[in-house]
């Protein structure tokens, strides 16, 4: 128990270290405008990874419209801070909590099925948001929604990310976690052990759809237009990918992947013509020589590293 509360403490000093040191290179504009950006991106691109791992890691249930709900929380989002001058923080909630109902709406009949049916659905589901949102007058349409107020600075991206990694962290690691990754290994077991699965179900999609929506209200507030088509099938693919890379059933892993994902496309900018080719490379190989991911089921921990190191250094000093 006091090597718990002692890890959580230091994770705690570590989140407001790593804050600080990013915002003194920002103020004094060592970290420019266009590393910011990437910084932006790549919190941003940690919720969705982290959010959908609840969904298709945890709980086991292949999902391929994370883009349909983070659609839903973007333009949500920035119509209550447009429309109606709804503060920032509000907004965001707003946008969160109408992807989660949109959540509850398309998981209810959803999770009834399971693999490649649950898959095709969602799919469908994030498409059928798209073709909505091309088709309304109060969205832009598919000219886009312009003119959204740029509100999401470092500060609120960084600390969402925190937030919502902190909030699935203690919820894989509760009963209600163990509860959901019981159904991944054997839902017909767990239903036996008296767990409600469908409940648990309902709730890991609908939290995933919460956080997603947070994500893309961040999303609009940065980039000041929205436009449907950065919504499609391919965005739900993208944000898979970094979910499997970096190992499915691992936080960790999701946000090394994202981070790795989100700087390499960049990095290989000055071989332009060969850069996609590179980065498709790149995917394959690791895929092949590490197909469980990056970090595979190992989940990286504060507690277990004071312990593998206090054990070394034990056997060190019995052995002087």
Not at 24 to 41: D, E, V
Not at 166 to 180: E, Q, V
Request: glycine share 10%; hydrophobic share 55%.
């Amino acid at each position: 128990m006091k090597n718990k509360w002692v890890s959580y403490f230091i994770n705690f000093v570590l989140v407001l270290c790593i804050y600080f040191v990013f915002m003194h290179f920002i103020a004094n504009k060592t970290i420019n405008n266009y590393y910011l950006g990437i910084l932006i991106i790549i919190g941003i691109n940690i919720i969705l990874a982290t959010s959908l791992n609840l969904t298709t890691g945890f709980l086991g249930q292949l999902a391929l419209g994370h883009a349909g709900f983070m659609s839903i929380g973007a333009y949500a989002a920035a119509l209550f801070t447009m429309r109606l001058g709804t503060p920032f923080f509000i907004s965001l909630i707003a946008g969160g909590l109408i992807a989660a109902f949109f959540g509850i709406l398309i998981g209810i009949p959803a999770l009834r099925l399971r693999g490649d049916y649950l898959a095709i659905i969602t799919l469908g589901f994030g498409e059928i948001i798209r073709v909505i949102i091309l088709n309304l007058k109060f969205t832009g349409g598919a000219r886009g929604l312009k003119g959204i107020p740029y509100l999401s600075n470092f500060t609120y991206i960084y600390w969402a990310m925190i937030i919502t990694v902190a909030f699935l962290f203690c919820l894989l690691n509760s009963r209600h976690g163990r509860a959901i990754v019981s159904i991944r290994e054997d839902e017909i077991a767990s239903e036996a052990a008296g767990i409600p699965t469908t409940y648990y179900k309902l709730f890991a999609f609908t939290t995933a759809a919460f956080f997603a929506g947070i994500a893309g209200g961040l999303y609009a507030h940065y980039i000041q237009i929205l436009d449907p088509t950065k919504f499609d099938f391919n965005r739900s693919v993208e944000i898979l990918v970094i979910v499997v890379l970096g190992g499915l059933g691992n936080l960790t892993g999701s946000i090394i992947s994202a981070i790795v994902l989100t700087i390499l496309p960049e990095a290989l900018r000055g071989v332009s013509d060969w850069r996609m080719i590179l980065y498709s490379i790149i995917l394959i190989l690791v895929m092949i020589f590490k197909p469980s991911g990056l970090l595979g089921k190992n989940e990286f921990s504060i507690r277990k590293s004071l312990g593998f190191l206090q054990s070394k250094f034990s056997k060190k000093t019995g052995k002087g």
